[in-house]
């Protein structure tokens, strides 16, 4: 990235690579002092340079430590990575000799971070970064000596390379943001529209009243169930094939909603539904969901569900 860049997309922040040229010396799980760690030690264009980097995403300084030129921030809100992820960033940066950062310093994305540098253990002038897709600022010794987060992820994975030079990858897939499209709606990301158990979903459309069983309040749709109907006049259709009729509303086939006499007729109305439902489970073979209507357990197909 360039000093100053930012990269907002769905009110989210793209994680920015915070090096504007990026040759890097060791990369995640090297033979030496990145041994089980996912990290990488990063100089700049010309070797011994102390060239400064900056915030990939709106970062709070979490924990200094002084000796080792190391800071621990953490995004203020939840980023995505270029993995697609979306949460909260912790990373550590390192060996960086002008450190001056104090808990509770917030840097906004773009502007400077630090400066490379040799404070520490370090054996030539670099950036030393590791990056946990989490909240967690857990930091612990592995069995190898060295120190690491929980969910750490490579360095590739986590974050976008828009306007970095790179100049030793290390072979890694480094992405842009263009590798990992989002679908705006006025400025916010729309949701994914993938329907898991916990979802809260609403029927999308206006849907005929195909059938109704006799004696009940429930009614038989062929779209929304994929049950036939002949299964259904034949009463064999399941019983969580049948929907109660309580929580939709007579419209005319435009969806308009039409003087309520209250009686609606197999194979003649059409009904809506404006209530918002939990998706109680999900079927992947026949991509349907479970809900539940009036108290009664249906299957439906997800596809004429809307997330909301
Ligand atoms: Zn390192």
Same mark, same amino acid.
């Given at each position: 990235m360039y000093k100053g860049q930012k990269s907002i997309r769905g009110g989210t922040e793209d994680f920015l690579c915070p090096f504007t040229d990026m040759y890097i010396t060791q990369g995640s799980?090297? !033979?030496?002092?990145? !041994?089980g760690i996912m990290a990488n030690d990063v100089r700049g264009r010309v070797a011994g340079i102390r060239y400064p980097y900056y915030a990939p995403c709106k970062s709070i300084c979490v924990k200094t430590y002084k000796e080792s030129g190391q800071v621990m921030w953490q995004s203020l809100s939840k980023v995505r990575f270029a993995n697609g992820r979306i949460d909260y960033a912790t990373y550590m940066t390192a060996h960086d000799d002008t450190m001056d950062a104090y808990i509770g310093q917030i840097i906004e994305q773009g502007d400077q971070l630090g400066n490379m540098g040799k404070k520490?253990?370090?054996?030539? =002038?670099h950036c030393h970064i590791q990056i946990s897709q989490s909240k967690d600022t857990s930091w612990f010794k592995n069995q190898y000596g060295n120190y690491q987060f929980n969910n750490e992820y490579d360095l590739d994975d986590c974050?976008?390379?828009?306007?970095t030079n790179i100049i030793?990858?290390?072979g890694g897939n480094w992405k842009t943001t263009g590798k990992v499209p989002v679908i705006e709606i006025s400025g916010k990301e729309a949701l994914d529209? =993938? =329907?898991?158990?916990g979802s809260k979903v609403m029927f999308d459309g206006i849907f005929s009243v195909d059938i109704i069983k006799r004696g009940t309040n429930l009614f038989g749709n062929t779209k929304l169930t994929g049950v036939s109907f002949n299964t259904y006049y034949n009463e !064999?259709?399941?019983?969580?094939?049948w929907i109660p009729l309580n929580d939709w509303t007579e419209t005319d086939k435009y969806g308009n909603q039409v003087d309520q006499d209250d009686i609606v007729y197999g194979g003649e109305s059409y009904v809506i539904n404006n209530n918002s439902y939990i998706v109680k489970e999900i079927d992947i073979k026949t991509n349907s969901a479970k809900l539940i209507l009036n108290n009664k357990e249906i299957w439906i197909f997800s596809t004429f569900l809307k997330e909301i």
């Amino acid at each position: 990235m360039y000093k100053g860049q930012k990269s907002i997309r769905g009110g989210t922040e793209d994680f920015l690579c915070p090096f504007t040229d990026m040759y890097i010396t060791q990369g995640s799980n090297g !033979k030496y002092s990145h !041994k089980g760690i996912m990290a990488n030690d990063v100089r700049g264009r010309v070797a011994g340079i102390r060239y400064p980097y900056y915030a990939p995403c709106k970062s709070i300084c979490v924990k200094t430590y002084k000796e080792s030129g190391q800071v621990m921030w953490q995004s203020l809100s939840k980023v995505r990575f270029a993995n697609g992820r979306i949460d909260y960033a912790t990373y550590m940066t390192a060996h960086d000799d002008t450190m001056d950062a104090y808990i509770g310093q917030i840097i906004e994305q773009g502007d400077q971070l630090g400066n490379m540098g040799k404070k520490g253990n370090a054996t030539g =002038i670099h950036c030393h970064i590791q990056i946990s897709q989490s909240k967690d600022t857990s930091w612990f010794k592995n069995q190898y000596g060295n120190y690491q987060f929980n969910n750490e992820y490579d360095l590739d994975d986590c974050y976008f390379v828009d306007y970095t030079n790179i100049i030793q990858g290390q072979g890694g897939n480094w992405k842009t943001t263009g590798k990992v499209p989002v679908i705006e709606i006025s400025g916010k990301e729309a949701l994914d529209q =993938i =329907i898991h158990p916990g979802s809260k979903v609403m029927f999308d459309g206006i849907f005929s009243v195909d059938i109704i069983k006799r004696g009940t309040n429930l009614f038989g749709n062929t779209k929304l169930t994929g049950v036939s109907f002949n299964t259904y006049y034949n009463e !064999k259709a399941m019983p969580y094939h049948w929907i109660p009729l309580n929580d939709w509303t007579e419209t005319d086939k435009y969806g308009n909603q039409v003087d309520q006499d209250d009686i609606v007729y197999g194979g003649e109305s059409y009904v809506i539904n404006n209530n918002s439902y939990i998706v109680k489970e999900i079927d992947i073979k026949t991509n349907s969901a479970k809900l539940i209507l009036n108290n009664k357990e249906i299957w439906i197909f997800s596809t004429f569900l809307k997330e909301i």
